[in-house]
């Protein structure tokens, strides 16, 4: 199978700008969940999507939005963009094996912002 | 509390070595500790997990000890070899997919 993928892999934004980043999960995967890498502040879980329906949500402010298609790709979306949110965006798709959700990355969207 | 906190940043071992990660937590609700490696350029890879009803589960030359009264969990990496070189991070689930990192070891084998 296929791994997770995202697109695009490298990203160069000024602030005040919006972007949207893309994820397809691993063929057969429902859930999606997506995290922010930086190095001061580690991985930090922003959302999860299952079946189209947010179900599980972070500490991050509004700005940052996603949701997902009846196909299981999701989006997140970055509106009006800010020097802190420099930052590795991975997205990671999961279903339920031997009783465990076991959640797969994809390689990330590196976002500069300038 | 919903954070994870790990030990050392940084660790420097000779090759053949035992690298040793730490890990503790404080919300008793978490019932799920899986590790992540993870190698520049790529996003974390799960490497080895246990459920806190078990105190130990090895895969190969990765082990976890479990503790659950103390509330600590360690990575054990026997005969630790170049290729183990990479950023390891434990986590702890919290509600369904929802994970709480630890702020990662940088691991450098030195052959």
């Known amino acids: 199978k296929a791994g997770v993928t995202q697109t695009p892999r490298y990203l160069i934004k000024t602030r005040g700008q919006q972007v949207t980043l893309s994820c397809s999960p691993i063929s057969g995967h429902r859930s999606v969940s997506w995290y922010q890498q930086t190095p001061g502040q580690g991985l930090q879980f922003l959302f999860e999507?299952?079946?189209?329906?947010?179900?599980n949500k972070g500490n991050f402010p509004g700005r940052f939005s996603g949701r997902q298609f009846s196909n299981s790709r999701s989006e997140m979306n970055v509106s009006t963009l800010e020097l802190g949110d420099s930052a590795l965006y991975l997205c990671?798709?999961?279903?339920?094996?031997?009783?465990?959700?076991?959640?797969?990355f994809g390689p990330g969207t590196r976002l500069t912002v300038l | 509390q919903q954070q994870v906190k790990q030990s050392p940043q940084s660790l420097i071992v000779q090759k053949g070595g035992i690298s040793i990660i730490n890990c503790a937590y404080e919300?008793?609700?978490?019932?799920?500790f899986p590790w992540y490696q993870q190698f520049p350029g790529k996003g974390p890879a799960l490497l080895i997990a246990?459920?806190?009803?078990?105190s130990e589960k090895k895969e190969g030359r990765f082990t976890i000890s479990f503790n659950k009264s103390a509330k600590q969990f360690s990575l054990h990496i026997m005969d630790s070899q170049p290729g183990d070189s990479a950023t390891y991070f434990c986590a702890a689930r919290w509600g369904a997919q929802k994970l709480v990192f630890g702020q990662g070891t940088r691991l450098t084998i030195n052959p």
């Open positions: 999507y299952f079946s189209e329906t947010q179900r």
């Open positions: 990671a798709s999961s279903f339920r094996e031997q009783g465990t959700d076991t959640q797969y």
């Open positions: 246990i459920r806190p009803d078990v």
């Open positions: 919300n008793t609700a978490f019932d799920y």
